[in-house]
């Protein structure tokens, strides 16, 4: 699931700026990875999900669970024969992966997890040691189990591009790609990786130019691919929900954090004020999850709970307060306040509910820290001062660049 990914990924780097563990951040790329091959598209959205179960390549028409992502340790054992020089017992590429993988010649998923048994005798590839750890249990270097793992990667990446893939759900939901943004926007950042940057990039132009109808000033909720590869629209489109408005605020926080390009930041703004008019509960304050206007909808509701997707007035709350800091408007901090006391019941009998919320009551706390990198655009300086920023956990901040009146003069001459 795309929205899956995108929390994982900015879990991930945020680990690694808590931690300074490299894992860490090489999981967060790996993440992005994937999602730039296989739920792409070309525009520069993002595809909502693949499937867990597919055909499996022993044929068959019935699609089974993993199918795709799965091993059996006869297969490693044949695809990766060759032995690994210096390793002790005279160990091969296979022994080293499967050590490193968790792999089992029975299997390691256990049956209560398998209740049809589809997955008798596979292996799910997981982690179970440290690069470290697998180097000490063979007695090679830690670069050289690097590389073997690496190579072993490949070579099973080339025999699963010939299964049958799994289905691709290719709607493309504002929501979602809003929570992708974020993902790409602060990797990107805190990896100083200029691609991630870029498809951060893509991905808002792409909102803004099949998802945003300016004429009428609202979000669409989704599009799709079509037939041909092109972006389709139904007919008429579906007006966007709270969460789309809300997700894809805070993506486009976080990209204006990341680039510092102020049109982010704008529409952003533009967005506020459009989410403040469809959705706001003037008598109770918080936001509805669709347009209370709709006479179509029975029942008004509020969605007071972080799921597998959180809460849209969760993300409102730090949304508000991230806005008011950046452009002055004291009713948004106002709104922020007056969200967090709407939920107050909630936060406070069951916080672990609404962990999103929880992060923007403590932002409220402590205050965000105003960070303000004077210096050009394009200046190595400025470069490496945004690194250093980006590379620490800052959770609670406010980040902007200015220039002095000099630089601001080549600024506008270049622009």
């Not at 189990?145 to 072993?152: E, F, G, H, I, R």
């Not at 669709?290 to 008004?300: G, T």
């Not at 409102?316 to 008011?324: Q, V």
Request: a negative charge.
């Amino acid at each position: 699931m795309l929205y899956d990914q995108a929390q994982l990924a900015v879990a991930y780097i945020t680990a690694f700026q808590v931690s300074g563990e490299q894992f860490y951040a090489d999981v967060a790329k790996d993440i992005l990875l994937y999602v730039s091959r296989d739920l792409s598209d070309k525009s520069g959205g993002f595809y909502s999900a693949e499937d867990a179960d597919s055909v499996p390549a022993s044929g068959g028409q019935e699609k089974r669970e993993g199918a795709f992502c799965v091993w059996m340790a006869s297969e490693i054992r044949e695809l990766l024969p060759d032995m690994v020089e210096g390793a002790t017992d005279s160990a091969t590429q296979a022994d080293i992966f499967m050590h490193h993988y968790g792999v089992k010649e029975q299997g390691n998923v256990e049956p209560e997890q398998d209740p049809h048994g589809e997955l008798r005798g596979q292996n799910v590839l997981i982690v179970r040691y440290s690069v470290e750890l697998t180097a000490a249990r063979f007695g090679i270097t830690v670069e050289k189990v690097s590389k073997c793992l690496a190579s072993a990667r490949a070579k099973m990446a080339e025999v699963r591009k010939t299964r049958p893939c799994p289905h691709l759900d290719s709607k493309m939901l504002t929501s979602w790609n809003g929570l992708m943004l974020s993902a790409f926007a602060c990797v990107g950042a805190v990896l100083g990786d200029k691609a991630l940057l870029e498809r951060a990039v893509q991905a808002g132009n792409f909102l803004k130019e099949y998802l945003w109808d300016a004429e009428k000033q609202t979000l669409l909720r989704s599009c799709y691919r079509g037939d041909q590869m092109e972006v389709q629209q139904i007919s008429p489109p579906i007006s966007g929900f709270l969460d789309d408005y809300t997700f894809l605020i805070c993506g486009l926080l976080d990209l204006y954090e990341a680039s510092l390009q102020t049109e982010w930041l704008q529409w952003a703004e533009e967005l506020q004020f459009r989410q403040d008019v469809l959705f706001w509960d003037d008598l109770g304050g918080g936001y509805f999850c669709c347009d209370p206007r709709d006479s179509k909808v029975l029942l008004q509701l509020k969605e007071d709970q972080d799921g597998a997707e959180p809460s849209a007035n969760s993300v409102s709350a730090f949304n508000l307060l991230r806005l008011s800091n950046y452009t002055g408007r004291q009713e948004w901090l106002q709104k922020s306040q007056q969200l967090l006391t709407a939920f107050s019941d909630r936060l406070t009998r069951v916080p672990i509910a609404l962990p999103e919320m929880v992060r923007a009551l403590m932002a409220q706390h402590y205050t965000l820290k105003q960070i303000v990198i004077c210096g050009q655009r394009d200046a190595s300086d400025t470069a490496a001062l945004l690194a250093t920023v980006n590379s620490l956990f800052l959770p609670f901040k406010k980040l902007t660049r200015t220039v002095d009146a000099e630089s601001q003069k080549l600024e506008r001459k270049k622009f």
